[in-house]
């Protein structure tokens, strides 16, 4: 039964290009949340989505970056033109619904913007 | 907005002893859920309390969820090299799933 899978572990991009994160949740999982961590800090909220819906963006910035859950494959969050500001680790976590249910996370991936 | 913090941000302890950490929000939760982050890993659930006042053990953690629900801790008994990592604790945003986290408290053993 696998778990959250994102991939890539590590992503190096440079300064002006783009970055495409992926996130296939749980099987059996409809909801997706992306979180972004900086070194040393906890987790912030960017995103959460159902299938072929964003149903909450407010803690995604509203230019660069896009994120979209679409009816088959895996969730994607992007990042155009990226800056050293970027970097960071960015976690996907899924749950069954909504309501009052524990979220699974997955291994993350290290964005490194040089 | 809603808010979540957690203090202590950092914790040196030699192995054995206890440990806790303390979480506030900004409002009334309808639950509080606690999650453990390894060095380099990713954050993994480790419980949720619903109930004003509810006390939950797992081994040596003990979680309590507090009469007005607006606050949590976590306490370790007899630490040991394997605790180490970050706790975060985190709460419902609104009503649906989304969670604010609170800013973890790092804990270190020193064996």
């Known amino acids: 039964n696998a778990g959250v899978m994102q991939n890539p572990r590590h992503l190096v991009r440079r300064r002006g290009q783009e970055a495409r994160l992926r996130c296939s949740p749980m099987?059996?999982?409809?909801?997706v949340y992306w979180y972004r961590q900086l070194p040393e800090e906890g987790l912030k909220f960017m995103v959460y989505?159902?299938?072929?819906?964003?149903?909450?963006e407010s803690g995604m910035p509203k230019e660069r970056f896009s994120a979209e859950f679409p009816k088959e494959g895996p969730s994607i969050l992007r990042i155009q033109q990226v800056v050293r500001g970027d970097s960071a680790a960015y976690f996907c976590?899924?749950?069954?619904?909504?309501?009052?249910?524990?979220?699974?996370f997955g291994d993350g991936t290290r964005l490194s913007i040089l | 907005g809603q808010q979540v913090m957690q203090i202590p941000q950092y914790q040196h302890v030699q192995e054995g002893e206890d440990f806790t950490t303390y979480c506030n929000s900004s409002?009334?939760?309808?639950?509080i859920q606690w999650y453990k982050q390894r060095p380099g890993g990713h954050p993994v659930f480790l419980i949720q309390?619903?109930?004003?006042?509810e006390v939950k053990k797992q081994k040596r953690l003990t979680f309590q969820f507090g009469e007005a629900k607006k606050n949590s801790s976590l306490h370790i008994t007899a630490t040991q090299t394997t605790d180490v990592g970050t706790y975060f604790c985190a709460g419902p945003r609104n009503a649906g799933n989304m969670l604010t986290f609170g800013g973890g408290t790092r804990l270190m053993v020193k064996p």
């Open positions: 099987k059996g999982h409809s909801h």
């Open positions: 976590a899924s749950s069954p619904t909504t309501g009052n249910q524990p979220q699974h």
């Open positions: 989505l159902q299938k072929e819906n964003i149903i909450d």
């Open positions: 409002t009334t939760l309808s639950n």
């Open positions: 309390l619903v109930k004003s006042g």
